[in-house]
């Protein structure tokens, strides 16, 4: 059974920092890929940031400059490094992993950005 874990939300002022993390276990078969999702209150799920390989990252237009996703070599972790933070990042955060026997979520961690 895969067990996906994210942690790092909390609360922030306007143009502050966060970073998320989120790892998939157990070990034992490597990830196809791993995403950053969330949904705002009112709001679908939507894509934040996936990460197939280093020269396959996709962004959501929202994010673009602000965000980066990284994983590390031979683990199923990433990380997601939020800058310059605005109120409409508010959301919970999901993670995704997605194995070659399916799609695992997590089960979200909040961030809360104020004005």
């Known amino acids: 059974q895969v067990h996906v874990a994210e942690s790092g939300g909390g609360t922030v002022q306007a143009g502050g920092s966060l970073r998320l993390s989120c790892t998939a276990s157990p070990n034992i078969y490597t990830v196809k890929a791993m995403g950053w999702y969330r949904q705002a209150p009112g709001k679908q799920r939507e894509m934040v940031a996936t990460?197939?390989?280093?020269?396959?990252?996709n962004y959501a237009d929202s994010v673009k400059g602000r965000f980066t996703i990284s994983k590390e070599n031979a683990r199923n972790t990433v990380h997601l490094q939020m800058n310059n933070l605005k109120p409409e990042d508010t959301a919970v955060y999901y993670c995704?992993?997605?194995?070659?026997?399916?799609?695992?979520w997590g089960q979200g961690t909040q961030v809360t950005v104020s004005s």
């Open positions: 990460f197939i390989n280093r020269a396959n990252i």
């Open positions: 995704k992993a997605v194995f070659p026997y399916g799609d695992f």
